[in-house]
């Protein structure tokens, strides 16, 4: 996400290295040190923010870098995780002590945030090019309102019973509180939590009671534990969606902007039974 973000907003002036690639999982990534030595060599280092990449002050630290950070969440509103109280140990705490979601970018509108925060750190260390990062950035985020807009309208045309999500980990809440959706996640905030048999148990119960029709696998994770599930509920499973990671240049959420597009696609047609 991070990746695309910053290429679609530096064009030619940037040369991209992306540390967790397509399908990749940052929750449980582990840095190489072919990952230090480009980031020894960087100028901008932008990284996510909220507590998602734990693993990269380390590698920070063993790399030599001397650069610029972009925190790309800075500045979002964030959400507060109410989850596993020893899963919330690993996140980011605000002011309070309470634990924060780090998927910010699953709204659009935040989405916005991270595009100026990108703008702001590429005119930082490249002010030679700041008028065509700030008219790129702009582009972008006129396509990210467009998007934030229409996924409103057309969440809310569908009635409020139908707009429920059973997705593997907890990675849309973002998405689910800007748009109108409940998501339902036998997993918690990062993939390297397990599931209890009570929990599965409890998602097939509410899958059964409530009649929900949207089960989806997603990309960073393993399929097994959702094909369970639909196994159980005979629920067929919608497709796949992209929560942590974008796809690979030829799959169907290269993008930033064609995740939000795919995702919204496959919801829409799951919870409207076409």
């Known amino acids: 996400v991070l990746g695309d973000l910053v290429s679609e ?22 840095p190489s040190p072919r990952d230090a030595k480009s980031l020894g060599e960087a100028q901008l280092l932008v990284e996510n923010g909220l507590g998602l990449e734990h693993w990269l002050q380390r590698l ?21 995780w109410t989850g596993d109280a020893e899963e919330a140990e690993e996140l980011t705490k605000d002011s309070s002590g309470k634990a924060l979601d780090p998927h910010a970018w699953q709204n659009a509108a935040n989405g916005v945030i991270y595009v100026d925060n990108i703008v702001a750190g590429l005119t930082a260390v490249d002010p030679a090019h700041a ?12 396509e990210l309102k467009a998007i934030d807009a229409r996924l409103k309208q057309e969440f809310a045309a569908l009635p409020e019973a139908r707009r429920k999500v059973v997705t593997t980990h907890d990675a849309f809440g973002y998405f689910g509180a800007a748009y109108g959706v409940d998501f339902i996640a ?11 048999a009570a929990q599965i148990a409890g998602v097939i119960k509410q ?21 369970q599930i639909a196994d159980e509920t005979g629920v067929k ?21 064609k995740m939000f597009e795919n995702n919204a696609a496959q919801m829409l047609a799951a919870m409207s039974g076409t």
Do not use: W
């Not at 036998?186 to 209890?196: D, H, L």
């Open 9 to 30: 907003v530096g064009g030619d002036h940037v040369s991209v290295t992306t540390v967790v690639g397509p399908d990749g999982d940052a929750h449980t990534f582990e």
């Open 60 to 80: 920070v630290d063993v790399s030599g870098f001397k650069g610029k950070t972009v925190i790309a969440a800075e500045g979002v509103t964030p959400r507060v």
């Open 131 to 142: 008028a065509d990062y700030k008219a790129n950035g702009a582009k972008l985020t006129a």
């Open 186 to 196: 036998p997993e918690g905030i990062s993939t390297e939590s397990e599931p209890s």
């Open 207 to 227: 899958i059964r009671d409530e009649h929900i029709q949207a089960i989806f696998v997603e990309n960073i994770t393993d399929p097994r534990l959702l094909k």
């Open 237 to 257: 499973i919608g497709g796949e969606l992209f929560s942590d990671a974008l796809s690979p240049p030829d799959g169907p959420a290269p993008t930033y902007v």
